[in-house]
């Protein structure tokens, strides 16, 4: 079945600066990726997604990379503010088509003021 | 759009009661449903995959008998967790979907405490 690693497990950045969250799938199949974010006892919230016949999407300061060669696909927070901080996960379809999601073991972001 | 409303939000019930929580997509009719488990500082496990009109999926490792699933509408799915005992204690969170592959969208979860 599908397994998604995903690092890191913990990022400290300044306000201002980037942040990279990484993740590997292993289902060739997989076509559908959404990243989501998820504040403390709160609901996980979709902040984007792509789909395999993308390389890259961009929404504002949220942008996701997808090398469907190397089979990982990478989140890009640019100008971070201390309202990003929160856990993120990634996540993958399990399989072409797939309903089901199979999530990253997330990363828990600190934006340092 | 796309809003996912679970009720209770937070349960404290003694060893051996049922609960039951709700799943309601409020604004579209969502063909599938998912019951997803959360511990402290985990990723979400999922649970079982339910669509409406049928028997919902589990996942290896989850007792059916012990978490009851219904899908009995296009905007409606409860877990009953049988006869609790302190072990599940955890978050439970629904998630709802038109159609796959499409975004998933979250319930605000319930925090179960058993005692």
């Known amino acids: 079945g599908e397994n998604v690693e995903q690092h890191p497990s913990t990022l400290s950045v300044q306000e201002g600066d980037s942040a990279v969250i990484k993740c590997t799938y292993s289902?060739?199949?997989?076509?559908?990726f959404p990243w989501y974010k998820q504040e403390l006892g709160k609901r996980p919230q979709l902040i984007i997604d792509?789909?395999?016949?993308?390389g890259e999407k961009k929404d504002q300061r949220i942008a996701v990379t997808l090398n469907k060669t190397a089979k990982h696909f990478s989140l890009h927070i640019t100008e971070t503010q201390p309202e990003d901080s929160a856990v993120y996960f990634c996540?993958?379809?399990?399989?072409?088509?797939?309903?089901?999601?199979?999530f990253g073991q997330g990363t828990r972001l600190t934006i340092n003021p | 759009g796309a809003v996912v409303s679970q009720h209770p939000s937070w349960v404290i019930c003694k060893s051996g009661t049922s609960v039951k929580i709700e799943c309601r997509s409020l604004?579209?009719?969502?063909?599938?449903m998912f019951w997803y488990r959360q511990f402290p500082k985990q990723s979400l496990m999922l649970m079982a995959t339910?669509?409406?009109?049928?028997?919902?999926?589990?996942e290896q490792g989850v007792e059916k008998d012990k978490f009851l699933i219904n899908h009995a509408s296009l905007t409606l799915s409860t877990l009953t967790v049988t006869s609790a005992h302190p072990e599940d204690s955890s978050f439970y969170i629904c998630?709802?979907?038109?159609?796959?592959?499409?975004?998933?969208?979250f319930g605000d979860g319930t925090r179960l405490s058993i005692l």
């Open positions: 604004d579209f009719q969502a063909t599938t």
């Open positions: 998630s709802a979907m038109r159609g796959g592959p499409q975004p998933q969208h």
């Open positions: 792509i789909r395999s016949n993308v």
């Open positions: 996540a993958a379809s399990l399989g072409q088509g797939a309903q089901k999601l199979v």
């Open positions: 339910s669509n409406e009109g049928s028997k919902a999926t589990y």
């Open positions: 289902d060739s199949a997989s076509n559908y």
